[in-house]
């Protein structure tokens, strides 16, 4: 293992020192949460036996591993305790662990997936020699095949099974023996008593045919049992380093340095670190966002991929929101710096995976406590009906065949692995359609809900408002005025003007002078003066369907800006309704804007006017008549309402307190990730029954037949071992 990082000792320990995986609840100094990716896990067990081992050092106050991921989230104080000695505790528990951070952690992953690759690869070759050397005895008739030549293909499986006793089965009995010293019962306790039993059994079978052993010899039976096991932990590492490495790609996607201009016009390359919110950066084609912000000039399309999900590229202009990580595929855009550092989207995203998956849901901590209960029981019912005594007085050359069947189909493998596979196969499916859980249970949570409520103005509608109409007077050319207008709002910050600037420049004007509630006014090369703003402001007789108003040289335009609905609200809201769940839009707008949203929607439950206030009281008003609710928000005024529904769903780009109350965040923005969502959260409850019931049913019938002596070893290894492999391939369904 390579040595910790200098400087972490608990006198030297800071937040910089700590801040690529560590992140401060209560300020720098205070209680620490920090992640570790975990090397060594191969079952359900090993996560409560790392908890414990922390749990006894001082300092610490939480910890959590997750199985399916390994990934473990430990809360403590750095003051008290050096994360050197954090990471010593866990070397002896039997592990190894690195801080969460992209390199040692790849490096970390590659390690673990060449051992393992080594050990299915031998356990593997040696089971396929084995199995050719076990097949004339069991093709032979009887008489057939000599004695000499059946003993010498006896000592060749022998030989051959030894590389597979050595190494390729040590991860069981390292894992049964780090959980027998911990005190609790893992997968690995049955599987490495039945490995040594049998070969034990083997071997003396062999050594001496006529002793008390017998002359039968199980070496294709254990090689076998080994590859099969082996090659379903295979699948399962797989899907945990690919999530690892989905993370890493986020927390890896800033560029290296960014050209920040000054005032002067010059610029400067910098690295991220050094940018402040309110600096101007310039992005050319081909280079990524080095922190989140807003277009102020240029035109380009953005590859946001990485981040929502969506191959196309997303056309930016004037007024666009751009996030840090994605890359500029054409054009040069000036961009103003909103957030950067830990607050940029891409580090938010980094943040909340980590703690989705260091999470441990509700149903797998269940299925763990049932697989370790059902293996205590299971062994102590052994012990108390002393089976393998018991053949020993019915037929001795049978009573080591049936002890070895029993302990492999003790085996509660296919339990442990069918809530992490089910909950991991499908939180990476939503992740790929850009909807990213940050609590993982919330997948079962979205079984019941049958009320989906969404706010407007960045939700169901785009951000930015939009020009829906403009017109004037009599003889009055509309179009000509509508291009002043533009040139005149690119004077202004206001988010209307914003709205109708079109990015192609402000013009030649002079006097410029913008006027707090008003709007903005200047002169044209003519000496005109010109007004854009509120109509009141431009005319005394002001047109109430307008927004906004242009005046100048005794001409008039009216211009009406509305939230266009997002492109595919409406096909998500039919798709919710299709599936019998009951639609509603609480807004805090005016109810002129909310019936126009509804009505474009087909919306029929709307409220306009909410406070967050109201939006509370009517969330809970529905939750009492029985209703469960999902909502989706993006405002901080969405927060408290967000905590209190069922489930709640944040925009991707939306206010930070609003993103923080949520389950999952909607990277992409696309909203048929919401009904993909709810039929894919009820595929997982039926997958998650299935392997279950699968699994239960599994160890339930076998048990029975390996004691009545019905089942030989040879096919409760290939059957233990088929179990597994059809939970972890059962759950890999949902990824489609």
């Known amino acids: 293992m390579s040595a910790p990082p200098s400087g972490l000792h608990a006198a030297d320990a800071d937040a910089q020192a700590l801040a690529p995986f560590t992140t401060w609840p209560d300020g720098p100094g205070g209680v620490a949460l920090s992640q570790l990716q975990v090397a060594g896990m191969h079952c359900a067990a090993c996560s409560g036996l790392i908890e414990a081992a922390l749990l006894k050092l001082p300092g610490v106050q939480g910890a959590s591993v997750n199985a399916a991921s390994a990934r473990l989230a430990l809360r403590w104080r750095p003051s008290l305790l050096a994360l050197a000695d954090v990471l010593a505790a866990l070397q002896v528990a039997g592990y190894r662990a690195t801080p969460d951070v992209a390199a040692p952690a790849r490096e970390l992953r590659r390690q673990e997936r060449r051992q393992a690759l080594w050990r299915l690869f031998v356990a593997g070759f040696m089971m396929m020699q084995v199995m050719m050397l076990a097949v004339p005895a069991y093709l032979a008739a009887a008489g057939d095949l000599a004695p000499d030549l059946d003993r010498l293909l006896r000592w060749g499986s022998w030989v051959l099974t030894l590389p597979v006793m050595a190494f390729a089965a040590g991860p069981f009995f390292s894992g049964a023996w780090r959980q027998l010293r911990g005190g609790r019962l893992g997968m690995d306790v049955p599987v490495a008593v039945g490995i040594a039993v049998t070969f034990i059994a083997s071997t003396g079978a062999l050594f001496d045919p006529g002793g008390a052993l017998g002359h039968e010899v199980y070496f294709d039976s254990l090689t076998m049992f080994v590859a099969l096991l082996l090659l379903a932990r295979w699948f399962e590492l797989g899907a945990r ?349 005016q109810p002129a804007a909310v019936a126009r949203m509804a009505a474009a929607l087909d919306i029929a439950l709307w409220q306009a006017g909410a406070t967050p206030e109201s939006k509370l009281a009517a969330v809970r008003e529905w939750q009492a008549a029985g209703e469960r609710v999902l909502m989706v928000g993006d405002g901080i005024n969405d927060a408290p309402v967000l905590a209190a529904a069922d489930v709640r769903i944040a925009m991707g780009q939306g206010a930070m307190l609003a993103r923080s109350a949520a389950d999952a965040l909607l990277l992409s923005n696309r909203l048929m990730a919401l009904p993909y969502a709810l039929a894919l959260a009820k595929k997982t409850r039926g997958v998650l029954r299935q392997n279950l019931a699968w699994a239960a049913l599994y160890n339930l019938a076998c048990v029975p037949l390996a004691l009545a002596g019905w089942l030989p070893p040879l096919a409760a290894g290939v059957g233990m071992a088929c179990s597994s492999l059809f939970v972890v391939l059962n759950a890999q369904r949902l990824a489609r």
Do not use: Y
Request: proline content about 3%.
């Open 241 to 589: 380093h690919r999530a690892a490495d989905a993370l890493e790609a986020v927390a890896g996607s800033l560029p290296m340095s960014a050209a920040r201009l000054h005032d002067d016009g010059t610029s400067e390359r910098v690295p991220p670190e050094a940018l402040r919110v309110g600096d101007r950066i310039r992005v050319a084609a081909g280079e990524a966002f080095a922190a989140d912000g807003c277009v102020l000039s240029g035109r380009g399309f953005v590859n946001e991929a990485l981040l929502t999900g969506e191959s196309a590229p997303v056309a930016k202009a004037v007024g666009d929101a751009v996030v840090a990580g994605s890359i500029n595929v054409d054009g040069s855009l000036v961009v103003a710096v909103q957030r950067v550092g830990a607050d940029t989207t891409a580090q938010g995203i980094v943040r909340l995976m980590q703690q989705a998956q260091s999470q441990r849901p509700l149903a797998g901590g269940i299925v763990d406590r049932v697989a370790a209960g059902f293996t205590a029981v299971v062994l102590l019912l052994l012990l108390a009906l002393a089976a393998g005594a018991a053949w020993w007085w019915i037929d001795p050359s049978r009573a080591v065949a049936v002890a070895v069947a029993v302990l492999i189909v003790t085996c509660p493998c296919a339990l442990t692995l069918a809530a992490p596979a089910a909950w991991l196969t499908a939180s990476g499916a939503l992740a790929r359609r850009g909807l990213l859980l940050t609590d993982l249970s919330a997948l079962e949570r979205l079984c019941a809900v049958d009320t989906v409520v969404f706010d407007k103005t960045g939700t169901l509608g785009e951000e930015r408002l939009q020009l829906l109409r403009h017109w004037a007077g009599e003889g009055v050319d509309a179009d000509a005025l509508l291009a002043v207008a533009r040139s005149l709002a690119a004077l202004s910050r206001h988010p209307h003007a914003q709205a109708l600037a079109d990015g192609s420049g402000a013009g030649a004007w002079t006097e410029v002078l913008e006027v707090a509630g008003r709007g903005v006014q200047a002169r044209d090369a003519a000496g005109t003066l010109w007004r854009l703003g509120a109509p009141s402001w431009i005319n005394e007789r002001p047109d109430r369907a307008a927004r906004l108003a242009l005046g100048g040289g005794g001409q008039v335009l009216w211009l009406d800006l509305a939230e266009a609905p997002r492109a595919d609200a409406a096909e998500a809201v039919a798709a919710l309704r299709k599936q019998g769940q009951r639609v509603r839009l609480l807004s805090g707008d």
